[in-house]
Each structure stands twice: as C-alpha cells, then as structure tokens.
C-alpha cells in the first residue's frame, strides 16, 4: 500500500494494527496458501484484503465476488491508494474454475476528462485470465447534477469469470405490452424469420432456431437486460439507517441481482472491499455462505450490526 498526504502516523499504525502478521512480502513469489490458518466461514474480517487472501485462502476456493473497488481518487480509502492490480491477480487465484468477479467501478472526472480507468482494470483483469463475461450498466435513479456535460446516472459492472461460469441463474422480466399484445393474438409468425451473418450475409434461421423463437413467444416474459435500473438515495438503497454512516453504498438489490444469477445455495460469496456488508447481508439472506473483508474496523462494524440485525 502506499501512503497517502495528509494521513497522520498513529492512524496509520492503527491500521497496520488491523494487518495479518503472517503475510508474503516477496508478490513475485508463488502465493502459497497456509493450511494451518481456520478460515471461517460467515464471518467479518478487518484486515488489508489482498495479505488476507495471500495468508488465508486457497486457490479455487470463492464462487462469487461481488464487490466495488474506490473509483480513482473519489474514495482514497482510509488513508490508502487501492491497487487494483494486486487485488485481480488474488482474486483470480481465489476463484474457483467457473467462478465469477462482479466488480462495480466508475470513472472519477479529472481536469476536464474522464480517467477510464475502469477499462484500464477491466482489460488488465483479461490480461491476467479471466473472461470479460458480461459489461453490464448499473443505472441510478439519483445520479450526480452536471453542467457541463449529460447527466451522469450509470456505473459499470464487469462480469469477470475464470473459464465458462458454472452458474447462470437468469432473472425475468415482462415483455413489452405490444409484444404480450401479440402473443395473446397468436400473431407471431417466425416462419421466414433471418438473421445477419457476422460477414453481413442474411440466412434463414435453421429448424431448431426456429422452434427456440416459437416457444420464446409463447412466454410473457423474457431474460432481463443487462443494463439494470435502481433507485439510490437515502432510505432508497437500503432501509438501514445505520449504513449511511458509510461514504460510498450500491442497492440491497443489486447485490442480491447479482448473487441469485451468479450462485447457488450454500456458495461461497466474497466480498473483499465489504465497507457497509451490503453483499454479506444479501448472501446470508439468499443462503449463501459470505466472507467479507475491510481495512476498516468502523466500516466492519457498521456490517456487523446490520448482519446482527438481518
């Protein structure tokens, strides 16, 4: 971690306080997993993530991560700059074959630009192997005023998986009046549906797309689109008043979205940068098991008690 400006020296041993000992200090090295460390499941830990995950957790070991990493320098996080290469190249050790990384980033906007950074993370997280499976938007009903530019209400979720995901649960939602309109008049007719070829050319769907298409219009409703909407704002993204007490939250229902698509009962979801717990809380109430991780004992606090009282 490297120190930033304005961060006394008590704070910072007080959070070094909070580290691993037994931590790997050579991360050229081959992370060896210590066997002798009891990592509990459904439990809080405060601690710097990436020397957790070097210290206590095997490779292959995590089914889902859902986490939101800070974004450039609109959260120096407790007084640390974030390496989001240190934190992809655990995560991808961690991640069992099939397993899969949501991770929730935006752009801060810096001398007129913004810093793309988030495609910068999104390709180093290709570069070291994992799939880019998905760039899903999260939409926010409470975005930031602009002026000088149009509103700025989305976010990026990076669906990474390691190899084809093991899981893929698909939300539904209703199709459009028009199209259950059709589907109540028998109206649809696939006969001499086409599609375009990659090259441009158009051909004919085969007999098996076609009956795919004929039972797909049977249905009211249809697989959600991965630009997903939420409302955010206070007592909008969660009821918890105590959460608030955090600088920087997504929706209860985000994560929640996101941990019934992507896992089963009784995985393993992890959350690296937990700050309010808000995927902690949802695993646990979606019976997942959930590993959580902060550097902050206060912000791991505030997940306690919302996990206490869930």
């Known amino acids: 971690m490297r120190r930033v400006s304005g961060i006394g020296?008590?704070?910072?041993?007080?959070?070094?306080?909070?580290?691993l000992q037994n931590r790997c200090t050579n991360t050229?090295?081959?992370?060896?997993?210590n066997p002798n460390v009891d990592l509990k499941l459904n439990k809080l830990y405060v601690a710097e993530s990436v020397e957790f995950m070097k210290a206590n957790m095997p490779d292959n070991f995590v089914d889902l991560t859902?986490?939101?990493?800070?974004?450039?320098?609109?959260?120096?996080?407790?007084?640390?700059?974030?390496?989001?290469k240190?934190?992809?190249?655990?995560?991808?050790?961690i991640t069992k074959e099939g397993g899969v990384v949501v991770w929730i980033v935006g752009d801060a906007t810096i001398d007129g630009s913004e810093t793309g950074t988030s495609?910068?993370?999104a390709l180093y997280a290709k570069e070291i192997g994992f799939n880019l499976h998905d760039t899903m938007i999260y939409e926010?009903?409470?975005?930031?005023?602009?002026?000088?530019?149009?509103?700025?209400?989305?976010e990026y979720m990076f669906v990474f998986s390691k190899g084809k995901p093991n899981t893929f649960n698909p939300i539904y939602t209703l199709k459009t009046l028009g199209e259950i309109k059709k589907i109540l008049r028998g109206s649809y007719n696939y006969s001499t549906r086409t599609y375009r070829t990659i090259s441009g050319e158009t051909e004919r769907l085969d007999e098996a797309g076609l009956k795919r298409l004929e039972k797909a219009s049977k249905n009211i409703t249809?697989?959600?689109?991965?630009?997903?909407?939420?409302?955010?704002?206070?007592?909008?993204s969660t009821t918890d008043k105590i959460v608030y007490k955090h600088p920087a939250i997504f929706p209860e229902q985000l994560a929640q979205d996101h941990i019934l698509s992507w896992s089963n009962p009784g995985d393993i979801v992890f959350d690296p940068m937990c700050g309010s717990g808000t995927t902690c809380k949802m695993a646990k109430l979606n019976n997942r098991n959930f590993i959580g991780i902060?550097?902050?004992?206060?912000?791991?606090d505030i997940s306690k008690e919302r996990l206490r009282i869930t």
Do not use: C, H
Not at 28 to 33: A, G, L
Not at 86 to 93: D, F, G, P, S, V
Not at 294 to 300: C, G, N
């Open 9 to 19: 020296e008590k704070t910072i041993e007080r959070i070094k306080e909070t580290l």
């Open 140 to 154: 926010k009903t409470s975005p930031y005023p602009a002026n000088v530019r149009y509103q700025q209400d989305f």
């Open 222 to 236: 249809k697989v959600m689109s991965n630009v997903w909407k939420y409302e955010t704002g206070y007592q909008k």
């Open 66 to 84: 859902v986490t939101s990493p800070p974004y450039d320098n609109l959260r120096i996080y407790k007084g640390f700059e974030f390496d989001y």
């Open 28 to 33: 050229d090295e081959e992370v060896k997993y």
């Open 119 to 121: 495609f910068k993370q």
């Open 294 to 300: 902060d550097i902050s004992e206060e912000y791991v």
């Open 86 to 93: 240190a934190m992809l190249k655990e995560l991808y050790r």
